[in-house]
């Protein structure tokens, strides 16, 4: 199947700093991709939906401001979370849509620690 | 309100049994249902998908039954083995596939 890769896989960063996360589709243009927040033994909450060359599409209740998405590719959407906060810990996913098929296809995940 | 229901929240099956995970939901615009499957610290990978158009698909030992009617779907594992334990998604999206609708999750530990 269709692969996507997810950077960096762990990450721990002081409070008051800003981190990025990468998400690439390695093998297929993924016209959009998704970001989801998975606490421990939960379900994944979806936070936005991007579009390449678009702004991002938040969820109700998600930060803009403190979740900033770009979809500057084809292959690569970015999230950084800014001015982090310990409870920003959380297990983040990417997730890529292969054109019209529906077929989503998941990152690795990136878990973030903010002390 | 949660668009797609799923249960049992978990299951131990000993190996070779056959594990079952039902969802249901109520949108009837859904037309895409997959499952995922997640091992601990991973994302989370396509294991099948069904449309409505069809009652069950096969995949190896693993099989979707879909009841349009009742909207339900449900997993079935044949011969599961430990390698399987893991935690299943159940999922739905309207044919735009603009957003995907998750269940609860079920964790699946399968005992030697």
């Known amino acids: 199947g269709a692969v996507v890769s997810q950077h960096p896989s762990w990450v721990i960063c002081k409070s008051g700093t800003s981190v990025k996360i990468e998400c690439r589709s390695l093998d297929f243009q993924a016209t959009t991709m998704f970001w989801y927040r998975q606490f421990p033994k939960q379900s994944l909450m979806l936070m936005a939906t991007s579009n390449e060359g678009s702004k991002a599409t938040y969820e109700q209740g998600v930060e803009k401001d403190k979740f900033l998405i770009n979809h500057a590719s084809l292959t690569l959407s970015t999230l950084t979370v800014t001015s982090a906060h310990p409870e920003d810990s959380s297990f983040y996913i990417c997730?890529?849509?292969?054109?019209?098929?529906?077929?989503?296809?998941f990152g690795e995940g990136s878990r973030l620690t903010v002390l | 309100q949660q668009q797609v229901k799923q249960s049992p929240q978990s299951l131990i099956v000993q190996k070779g049994g056959i594990s079952i995970i039902n969802c249901a939901y109520e949108?009837?615009?859904?037309?895409?249902f997959p499952w995922y499957q997640q091992f601990p610290g991973k994302g989370p990978a396509l294991l099948i998908a069904?449309?409505?158009?069809?009652s069950e698909k096969k995949e190896g030992r693993f099989t979707i039954s879909f009841n349009k009617s009742a909207k339900q779907f449900s997993l079935h594992i044949m011969d599961s083995q430990p390698g399987d334990s893991a935690t299943y998604f159940c999922?739905?999206?309207?044919?735009?596939?603009?957003?995907?609708?998750f269940g609860s999750g079920t964790k699946l530990n399968v005992k030697p």
């Open positions: 997730s890529a849509r292969t054109g019209y098929t529906g077929e989503l296809f």
């Open positions: 069904i449309r409505p158009d069809v």
């Open positions: 949108n009837t615009a859904f037309d895409y």
């Open positions: 999922a739905a999206s309207k044919g735009d596939f603009n957003k995907f609708y």
